[in-house]
């Protein structure tokens, strides 16, 4: 079965500086996607950013980039320029398993 | 936008009650999802449904049901509302079949049963 793990509960970060969110997987399925979502103190999710498992680029999205190394099953996310709105929980999902990990709690620190 | 939207932002029941959340979204969505969110857990797929009168369950199907009558509204239901399905319910959809596919999210119901 196929597994997310994200294993920091928390993370903080200071206001325009760059933080990196940790995420693993499990799967033997050679073709998957993976996924950030995004959770502010208002609760709606968001997608942030997506990486098909076939391309071998990195997504990004403005400031947000990840680093997808597929032979390590890892999918970490890097925001640069850190602001107050990206004060969030941050999921990190798996598909077509649809299997989300327990989240990581980011705080901007002005 | 895609909007998707829950019937309630929170909701307090009693042990025992029948409980329905209602989820609608506008964007003519063929797949909707059902999950809960508990802390340290993260999220947690309950149902989901490809289509019109179909469903099919998640990680966690037990103590629930739905129902989707229509392609807009997925209903969550609760036969017998007991203490431990206190809990934030987050529905989703989805545009088709493509596992690429991201999902959209309602804001969320926070159920309480005492």
């Known amino acids: 079965a196929q597994t997310v793990t994200q294993s920091q509960p928390e993370m903080s970060v200071q206001e325009a500086e760059t933080v990196t969110l940790s995420c693993t997987y499990d799967?033997?399925?050679?073709?998957?996607?993976l996924f950030w979502y995004k959770q502010p103190p208002s609760r709606q999710m968001i997608l942030v950013i997506r990486q098909e498992a076939y391309k071998q680029q990195n997504a990004t999205e403005n400031r947000f980039s990840v680093n997808f190394q597929k032979a390590a099953k890892s999918f970490s996310l890097k925001i640069s320029d850190s602001q107050l709105g990206d004060a969030a929980m941050y999921f990190c999902a798996y598909r077509p398993r649809l299997v989300f990990g327990k989240g990581t709690r980011l705080s901007v620190i002005a | 936008d895609v909007k998707v939207t829950q019937s309630s932002r929170y909701l307090v029941k009693r042990t025992g009650e029948k409980v329905f959340l209602e989820c609608v979204q506008d964007?003519?969505?063929?797949?909707m999802f059902w999950y809960r969110q508990d802390p340290g857990l993260g999220l947690r797929l309950i149902y989901f449904s490809y289509d019109v009168k179909m469903k099919e369950k998640g990680d966690i199907p037990e103590g629930y049901s739905v129902s989707r009558e229509k392609k807009e509204r997925f209903s969550l239901i609760l036969e017998s509302a007991s203490t431990n399905q206190t809990s934030m319910y987050l529905c989703?959809?989805?545009?088709?079949?493509?596992?690429?596919?991201?999902?959209?999210f309602g804001p969320g119901t926070r159920l309480l049963v005492l």
């Open positions: 964007m003519d969505h063929e797949n």
């Open positions: 989703a959809s989805s545009p088709g079949l493509g596992a690429v596919e991201t999902q959209y």
């Open positions: 799967t033997s399925e050679s073709d998957y996607y």
